[in-house]
T-cell receptor, first 115, second 114 residues
Framework: KAGVTQTPRYLIKTRGQQVTLSCSPI?????VSWYQQTPGQGLQFLFEYFSETQRNKGNFPGRFSGRQFSNSRSEMNVSTLELGDSALYLC??????????????FGPGTRLTVL | AQSVTQLDSHVSVSEGTPVLLRCNYS??????LFWYVQHPNKGLQLLLKYTSAATLVKGINGFEAEFKKSETSFHLTKPSAHMSDAAEYFCVVSETSGTYKYIFGTGTRLKVLA
């Protein structure tokens, strides 16, 4: 079974731009969660989507948004980029999602650099 | 509220010696606990998972962890370190109550000396 895939793997943007990251979950998984990883803040939960609905949300500003499609693929969008948004963005998929304390399987991440 | 504390930010061991990475958790309910490993520039890989079955959990690559409710601990161990074990390790707690979240510890960077 193919693992979680994320595209692109690397991105360089400038302040004020917007960016869209993509995540394809493991086949059959309906939950997709997004995390931001930085050296200073560690791993922080952004949001979770399950069956095309946002089910959980972390403490991030509204510039961070996401969506999930009917095939469970998910996209994350960050608008009006700031230098502090430079991070590794990780996507994780699971069968039932966080509500079932299901095991999450992580993708390799997208490294976003904001200049 | 749930939380997780990894007691050491860095651990160094010699190759062939035991590994101990410490994790304490706080949870109002029966938690699920996980250990993940992250190699440089890679995503997180699941090492093992505890979900209220056996308290001693065996994972991949010779790692195991013991759930001790009385000590609220879930320490990760390995009898003999290998150079390829050098990575960052994350302890995670999750519980099915209220808002559902996966809470990560701050990570322990394991260095293996030749």
């Amino acid at each position: 079974k193919a693992g979680v895939t994320q595209t692109p793997r690397y991105l360089i943007k400038t302040r004020g731009q917007q960016v869209t990251l993509s995540c394809s979950p493991i086949s059959g998984h309906r939950s997709v969660s997004w995390y931001q990883q930085t050296p200073g803040q560690g791993l922080q939960f952004l949001f979770e989507y399950f069956s095309e609905t946002q089910r959980n949300k972390g403490n991030f500003p509204g510039r961070f948004s996401g969506r999930q499609f009917s095939n469970s693929r998910s996209e994350m969008n960050v608008s009006t980029l700031e230098l502090g948004d430079s991070a590794l963005y990780l996507c994780a998929s699971s069968l039932g999602g966080l509500a079932d304390t299901d095991t999450q399987y992580f993708g390799p991440g997208t490294r976003l650099t904001v200049l | 509220a749930q939380s997780v504390t990894q007691l050491d930010s860095h651990v160094s061991v010699s190759e062939g010696t035991p590994v101990l990475l410490r994790c304490n958790y706080s949870s109002s309910y029966s938690p699920s606990l996980f250990w993940y490993v992250q190699h440089p520039n890679k995503g997180l890989q699941l090492l093992l998972k505890y979900t209220s079955a056996a308290t001693l959990v065996k994972g991949i690559n010779g790692f195991e962890a013991e759930f001790k409710k009385s000590e609220t601990s879930f320490h990760l161990t390995k009898p003999s370190a290998h150079m390829s074990d050098a990575a960052e390790y994350f302890c995670v707690v999750s519980e099915t109550s209220g808002t559902y979240k996966y809470i990560f510890g701050t990570g322990t960077r394991l260095k293996v000396l030749a």
